[in-house]
């Protein structure tokens, strides 16, 4: 049950005061909530508790927080906080347990799909990291779904976390600071599109060409990147917003010069534009005691993806480079795979 379908019953107000109290105070028990009459706050603490059980992982430099959440029927994900040295703070958010796409290069799809996460559980995470931030005096900038999962595979929960978190009366962060990233589920896309909602779309593509795309990732075979960029295209239309391509770096799988030229082509449009993300191979899934064989890939090279970038500037694409965080605590972009059962 969600908590605010418990003030059904109640005059009007009392939603917004006990959005206030969770969002705004930050609350961490109902009985908190002293503007609410006792019997109501002891139900909600009855039925809907919001104590958020989680462990935190720090990197050495402190920058980036992994936090293990566990949920009640004994599952867990992981979210990530990544504090940027100029104030910002991400936080990078799951919306499944595990992942069925299983992309080759990608550590989440190494332990399968578990279930969809519900909308307070995609809010939990956020909310368990501003909890944290406010005891050191910052705040939260932007939510990314960059973690477990595939987001479009979960649209109603997704988009339900994003209304919640976005809300006025409520956490009221402005919808222009979250993304979603997507593997490229057409119909995702195009709901997205007709959302009247001011959100960042990015694109998981990783290859220039179907062949290459379908061996790292197998939806690509439905998903075709004709298919991906005639919804981009459709969306760019009706939105007018920018469109984020990721593209993980390789050594030697995707990263020449012809793979570069290719998706110059492919880039080529306003409104596109591609960031350029150095592949985590995975070696630390041993650590977390995985029975997952290493991953047979590596990252490309600096100057390597350097070349690349050039390349696709020279091609006149618009063309970012993504900085690394929290690869020592194996939070960092495909790395998300703790077992996932509390032991
Ligand atoms: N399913 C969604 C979101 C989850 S992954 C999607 O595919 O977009 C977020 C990003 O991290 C994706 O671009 C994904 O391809 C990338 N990623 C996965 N494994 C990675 C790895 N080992 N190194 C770098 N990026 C990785």
Not at 223 to 251: G, N, P, Q, S
Not at 254 to 275: I, Q, T
């Amino acid at each position: 049950m969600q908590w605010q379908e418990l003030f059904n019953a109640e005059p009007k107000y009392r939603l917004g005061q006990a959005k206030s109290a969770l969002f705004q105070d930050l609350i961490q028990n109902w009985q908190e909530a002293r503007v609410l009459p006792l019997d109501l706050r002891e139900e909600l603490n009855k039925k809907c508790p919001i104590k958020i059980s989680a462990e935190k992982i720090f990197s050495k430099d402190e920058r980036t927080i992994k936090a293990v959440i566990f949920f009640d029927d004994g599952l867990l994900v992981e979210t990530v906080l990544m504090r940027h040295k100029d104030k910002r703070n991400t936080i990078c958010v799951s919306s499944q347990i595990g992942c069925s796409l299983n992309c080759s290069f990608c550590a989440t799809g190494k332990i399968g799909f578990k279930r969809n996460l519900d909308a307070w559980e995609i809010v939990s995470q956020v909310l368990f990291f501003v909890r944290y931030l406010k005891t050191i005096g910052e705040k939260i900038t932007n939510v990314v779904f960059m973690g477990m999962g595939e987001p479009f595979l979960n649209y109603q929960n997704v988009i339900g976390a994003i209304k919640i978190l976005n809300d006025k009366e409520g956490f009221n962060l402005g919808a222009r600071h979250f993304s979603i990233s997507t593997v490229g589920i057409v119909e995702g896309i195009e709901k997205l599109a007709k959302e009247e909602l001011q959100i960042n779309l990015a694109i998981s593509l990783h290859a220039p060409a179907d062949k290459l795309r379908s061996e790292l990732i197998p939806v690509n075979k439905k998903y075709t990147i004709d298919k991906i960029l005639k919804a981009v295209d459709d969306y760019i239309k009706k939105t007018c917003r920018r469109v984020m391509f990721e593209y993980i770096m390789i050594d030697n799988i995707n990263d020449s010069k012809e793979h570069a030229k290719a998706l110059a082509k492919l880039m080529k449009k306003p409104l596109y534009f591609v960031n350029l993300i150095s592949y985590n191979s995975m070696g630390s899934l041993a650590t977390l005691g995985m029975k997952t064989p290493l991953s047979p890939f590596k990252s490309s090279s600096s100057s390597k993806i350097e070349k690349f970038k050039k390349i696709l500037e020279s091609e006149g694409v618009a063309v970012t480079r993504r900085y690394r965080f929290g690869e020592d605590i194996t939070g960092a972009c495909g790395q998300l795979a703790t077992k996932n059962r509390r032991k």
